[in-house]
């Protein structure tokens, strides 16, 4: 297991090269805005221009850009400074990320606390009305998309029912970049309807997934025999029908939590929060290159060491992958 | 003596996408203590829903109509409630399954599966399940029984993992024994084996068992008594000796002498059974092999046959409307062509 978890670190540092390497290629090659402008900011000369072009190495073959960049983050561990306002994007990151954080694990627990007992009850009860009226609301989930979703919560739940707090001069969110790490207290309420509304579709295709998956798993053999042996009802789907489900449902989260970090852009721009998600989406409104680099290196590091949690979490789930892991 | 399972006009009809199959169509039979009824049949004959029935098994199923009497030791299961029937289930019945890899759940440990059908019923603690799981390893003849309880189902033989199931089952000491095709799925020597080993455990736990096979030799080996089931209802029923020396029943003949045997010439094809088994969505009118039966006539159409004693047998029953004397003269000269056969190669 150790030795399969080193190999597969190793990959992941070459993958996070041809990570960097492409965002590299998109962005410098087709950049959406020239950064020596963007840099110089309004009523720049063109001496300026020329000046930032010369100090940020633009004008050199864009290999020698890439091996200065790699260089530079491998010996400093520095991701360059963004064009925007010559912050570090290192420091910017280490800001944002708790705030995306926060909102990723919110919306994860609400959305397994909610997903897996409806597709529990669901298969259980599989064909009946509550089975029926459950999966129509979980369709609706699915199809409500999360901007939508987050206009319609913000409107109704802030402004006119006023359940949820609304903060001088920030919105819905307490300025002060502050995450459910540093100020627990002040952000959970700010986060909850995010939260909701970016688990809202997640808890759907999980209710809908459970279903399948424990409604294919009560058919098995085994699920027969452990009624044959006389358990109660109870103990045959949570603990001999989950026990199994939880395998795929593993397997599908690793892979969702790198989409909610997509979706969290969507949620993050509606609800005013300084997160990586809106970090990312002003980046590349700007061409600003390093911290859409940044960005994407993280992006990609978080989803590569996710899939290798998810690849241990199997083998230690199902004890026939040991072997194979081992 | 009161039989420990008796079975009365069972009838199980379930729906499926094509239409309402009637999986058990009637049966009825009774088993004593210490006593083995093989029931055999092919696949679909629905020996095996009669015995999940049995169980309580075919409950779950959406739309499943059960009728008739499940008695044991006088108490009818089918009208207990589902908590009166889960504690009866694993105590007081207890089932083998035909796999024991898929039977068995890949997650758990094979100690763990023992110890939690001990528990199931018995204010047992932790501990002393486990060393009962060790003890029931032992019974059933698997050797380093601590190392393989803590063994997975997926790495053991598969002789081992079906005593592992047949431990399983004993747990509970239970009264009846159901066997659903316990060898099947295992090579020919480990299925001997598994059958003395059931054979052996019944003489010292004194259990009613019903075997549930395809196999006419397995039931020879072990049965006290044969049930030959057919499209839902029993055809024929008696003693093992009486039905394998004097089958009453054609289809009977066929499953007896479709068995494949050295002695037969190389390269004749076995003697089959013309047609297939039927629909029990649709099942044919009258005597239902009778679409099948080379010896039929136009009225077995109409005319449903009466499991009934054979004349001067009391203990030997026939569903058939051929007249006896003449299903007498017909066994015989197939019995004395099939010897006749053996003799020539």
């Given at each position: 297991m150790a030795a399969f978890v080193l190999r597969r670190l190793l990959w992941t540092l070459v993958l996070l090269v041809i990570v960097?390497?492409?965002?590299?290629?998109?962005?410098?090659?087709?950049?959406?805005?020239?950064?020596?402008?963007?840099?110089?900011?309004?009523?720049?000369?063109?001496?300026?221009?020329?000046?930032?072009?010369?100090?940020?190495?633009?004008?050199q073959p864009w290999y020698v850009q890439y091996g200065k960049y790699v260089q530079h983050l491998v010996l400093h561990q520095d991701l360059g400074y963004s064009y925007q306002n010559n912050v570090s994007v290192g420091s910017e990151i280490v800001a944002r990320l708790p705030v995306t954080l926060s909102v990723a694990i919110g919306s994860v627990l609400i959305w397994l606390a909610v997903g897996i007992p409806i597709g529990i009850i669901s298969a259980v009860r599989r064909g009946r009305m509550s089975d029926r009226l459950l999966m129509i609301g979980a369709l609706a989930a699915i199809s409500a998309p999360a901007y939508w979703l987050g206009l319609v919560a913000l409107y109704l739940l802030s402004k006119d029912i006023g359940v949820l707090p609304i903060f001088e001069g920030a919105g819905s969110y307490p300025s002060g970049g502050q995450s459910l790490f540093t100020a627990p207290a002040q952000v959970a309420p700010a986060l909850v309807l995010p939260c909701l509304v970016l688990a809202a579709s997640f808890a759907a295709i999980y209710a809908r997934f459970v279903r399948a998956s424990l409604s294919e798993v009560l058919a098995e053999d085994y699920i027969r025999t452990a009624r044959a042996k006389g358990l109660r009802e109870r103990?045959?789907?949570?603990?001999?029908?989950?026990?199994?489900?939880?395998?795929?449902?593993?397997?599908?989260?690793?892979?969702?939590?790198g989409i909610l970090l997509g979706g969290a852009i969507l949620v993050e721009i509606v609800f005013n929060i300084p997160g990586m998600g809106r970090l990312s989406y002003e980046a590349i409104q700007r061409g600003d290159i390093p911290t859409i680099q940044g960005a994407v290196l993280l992006g990609a590091a978080l989803i590569i060491l996710l899939n290798l949690v998810v690849d241990v979490a199997q083998a230690v789930l199902d004890p026939r992958l040991r072997k194979a892991r081992a | 003596m009161?039989?420990?399972?008796?079975?009365?006009?069972?009838?199980?009809?379930?729906?499926?996408?094509?239409?309402?199959?009637?999986?058990?169509?009637?049966?009825?039979?009774?088993?004593?203590?210490?006593?083995?009824?093989?029931?055999?049949?092919?696949?679909?004959?629905?020996?095996?829903?009669?015995?999940?029935?049995?169980?309580?098994?075919?409950?779950?199923?959406?739309?499943?109509?059960?009728?008739?009497?499940?008695?044991?030791?006088?108490?009818?299961?089918?009208?207990a409630d589902d908590e009166e029937l889960r504690r009866v289930r694993g105590a007081g019945i207890a089932m083998i399954f035909q796999d024991p890899l898929s039977a068995m759940h890949p997650y758990f440990r094979l100690g763990a599966q023992l110890a939690e059908a001990v528990r199931a019923h018995g204010a047992v603690g932790r501990r002393a399940a486990d060393a009962r799981a060790v003890e029931l390893l032992e019974l059933v003849g698997v050797p380093e029984a601590r190392r393989r309880a803590a063994a997975y189902p997926h790495e053991l033989s598969g002789g081992m993992r079906q005593r592992a199931m047949i431990a399983m089952a004993l747990a509970n000491a239970p009264r009846v024994l159901i066997a659903d095709e316990p060898t099947t799925a295992l090579?020919?020597?480990?299925?001997?084996?598994?059958?003395?080993?059931?054979?052996?455990?019944?003489?010292?736990?004194?259990?009613?068992?019903?075997?549930?096979?395809?196999?006419?030799?397995?039931?020879?080996?072990?049965?006290?008594?044969?049930?030959?089931?057919?499209?839902?209802?029993?055809?024929?029923?008696?003693?093992?000796?009486?039905?394998?020396?004097?089958?009453?029943?054609?289809?009977?003949?066929?499953?007896?002498?479709?068995?494949?045997?050295?002695?037969?010439?190389r390269g004749e094809a076995l003697p089959s059974i013309p047609g297939r088994p039927p629909s029990l969505i649709s099942p044919p009118s009258g005597c239902r092999f009778h679409p099948r039966c080379i010896h039929a006539r136009p009225e077995h159409a109409t005319v449903s046959p009466e499991l009934e004693a054979v004349p001067g047998d009391p203990s030997h029953r026939v569903a058939c409307l051929l007249d006896p004397a003449e299903r007498q003269a017909r066994w015989r000269a197939l019995r004395d062509s099939a010897a006749a056969e053996e003799v020539t190669t």
């Open positions: 960097t390497f492409v965002t590299f290629l998109v962005f410098v090659q087709m950049p959406s805005a020239d950064p020596a402008v963007l840099r110089a900011g309004r009523n720049a000369t063109p001496e300026i221009v020329a000046a930032l072009r010369d100090q940020f190495g633009l004008d103990t045959v789907v949570l603990k001999h029908g989950m026990r199994s489900t939880a395998v795929p449902i593993i397997t599908l989260l690793g892979l969702d939590l | 009161m039989a420990v399972l008796e079975v009365r006009d069972l009838r199980v009809r379930l729906p499926t996408d094509d239409g309402i199959v009637t999986a058990v169509d009637g049966v009825s039979y009774t088993v004593d203590a210490g006593r083995t009824l093989g029931i055999v049949g092919e696949s679909g004959s629905g020996k095996s829903i009669s015995s999940l029935t049995i169980m309580g098994l075919t409950r779950f199923l959406p739309g499943a109509e059960i009728t008739g009497q499940v008695l044991l030791d006088g108490r009818d299961l089918l009208a090579d020919a020597t480990v299925q001997a084996q598994i059958l003395e080993e059931l054979d052996r455990l019944q003489d010292e736990l004194g259990m009613a068992t019903v075997l549930i096979t395809h196999d006419v030799g397995v039931v020879a080996q072990v049965a006290h008594e044969i049930a030959v089931m057919y499209a839902g209802r029993i055809v024929e029923r008696g003693p093992v000796d009486t039905i394998l020396a004097e089958p009453q029943h054609p289809y009977t003949w066929g499953l007896l002498t479709s068995i494949p045997r050295l002695n037969r010439p």
